[in-house]
C-alpha cells in the first residue's frame, strides 16, 4: 500500500511539472529545458527556509512561488528576442547554471551533500506525518493546478498564448503585446514549478542537486511530448504512463543498475517514436516541427 501511495505522489508531483511546462511549450510553443531550474529553486527555497528558519509551510511555499516566478521572467525575457533552436540552447545555459549554483554554493545549498533533514509540513494546525497525507496534500495542489491551467487555456489570455504558437507576427499585427504574455506565462508556469519542487522537498526530507538536473527538464518534456502538447489531459496521461511503466520493470527481476539503463532508454525509444510517428502526442493539439521559414 505504501509502495502504491509513493508511486501516487510521484505522479501528482510530475503533473504539476507537466502541466506548468505545456503553458509554456504546448499553449505557447516555446520549448523550454529550464523547467527542472523553477522545480529546484522551489525546492531549495523551502527547505532552507524550513531548515534555517523554522518558517511555516505556506510561507515557504508562498516564498518559493515569487522567487521561482521571478526567476521565471529571467528566463523568458530572451524570448522576446530570439527564437526556436537559440532559445532552447539559451534555457539550456539558464538550467547548467543553475545546476552549477547548487552544485557548488556549498556554504548554502549544502552542495553535492545536499540538505537533510527537512522537517514535516504542518498547515493550519495540522502535521503532514503520513504517506496518505502527503499524497491528499499534493492532489490539492495538483488539482488546483489543473483548474488554474484549464482556466487560463479557455481565458482571452490563453487564446492570445495559442494564437503567438500559431503565428507569432499575426498576433503582434493584431495589436497583441507579445512581450508581456511571452514573460507573463513564464512567471505562471514558473511559480506552478515551484509548487511541485515545495511538495517534493517535504516528502523526501532530503534534496540534492542531482534531483533538477538537465536530465529531469528533458523528462518533462518527454511526458508533455508524449502525453500532448496544449492539451490540458495530455500531460496527466504523459505522467502517469513515464511514471508507472519504469515501475514496471522491477517486477521482471533485473538488477537495479540494468533497469536504471533500461528506463533511459525507454524514455528516448518512446521519444523518437512519437516524434516520428506521433508529433502530437497520445492526445496533444500541437506538434514540435520545424517551422518553415518565410521569405
Not at 523551502?46 to 521572467?73: D, V
Request: aromatic fraction near 12%; charge should be positive; include cysteine.
Amino acid at each position: 500500500m505504501e509502495y502504491l501511495i509513493h508511486i501516487l505522489i510521484l505522479i501528482g508531483i510530475y503533473v504539476i511539472l507537466s502541466v506548468s511546462l505545456n503553458l509554456i511549450a504546448g499553449y505557447t510553443g516555446l520549448l523550454s529545458i529550464a523547467h527542472a531550474t523553477f522545480y529546484g529553486v522551489g525546492a531549495y527555497v523551502a527547505a532552507l527556509m524550513a531548515i534555517n528558519l523554522q518558517s511555516p509551510f505556506l510561507l515557504n511555499l508562498i516564498c518559493a512561488i515569487i522567487l521561482s516566478g521571478m526567476l521565471g521572467a529571467l528566463v523568458g525575457i530572451p524570448s522576446l528576442r530570439i527564437r526556436d533552436d537559440f532559445f532552447v540552447i539559451t534555457t539550456f545555459a539558464f538550467q547548467v547554471i543553475t545546476y552549477s549554483i547548487l552544485n557548488n554554493w556549498v556554504s548554502f545549498t549544502g552542495g553535492p551533500m545536499g540538505l537533510p533533514g527537512i522537517p514535516q509540513p504542518t498547515i493550519f494546525g495540522l502535521q503532514v506525518t503520513s504517506n496518505l497525507s502527503v499524497l491528499i496534500l499534493v492532489a490539492i495542489f495538483c488539482t488546483m493546478v489543473l483548474l488554474i491551467s484549464d482556466r487560463i487555456a479557455r481565458s482571452p489570455f490563453g487564446r492570445v498564448l495559442k494564437a503567438i504558437r500559431e503565428d507569432e507576427v499575426f498576433a503582434q499585427a493584431a495589436g497583441k503585446n507579445i512581450a508581456t504574455y511571452k514573460v507573463l506565462v513564464f512567471v505562471i508556469s514558473a511559480g506552478m514549478a515551484a509548487v511541485a519542487g515545495v511538495m517534493y522537498a517535504y516528502y523526501v526530507s532530503f534534496i540534492d542537486p542531482t534531483s533538477f538536473t538537465v536530465m529531469e527538464s528533458v523528462f518533462i518534456i518527454s511526458i508533455v511530448i508524449i502525453g500532448g502538447a496544449g492539451s490540458l489531459w495530455g500531460p496527466v496521461v504523459g505522467s502517469v504512463l513515464l511514471v508507472v511503466l519504469p515501475e514496471l520493470l522491477r517486477f521482471i527481476g533485473l538488477p537495479s543498475s540494468a533497469s536504471a539503463n533500461l528506463r533511459q532508454i525507454i524514455y528516448g525509444g518512446l521519444l523518437i517514436a512519437f516524434m516520428m510517428w506521433r508529433p502530437r502526442g497520445l492526445l496533444g493539439e500541437y506538434a514540435f516541427q520545424v517551422k518553415e521559414t518565410r521569405q
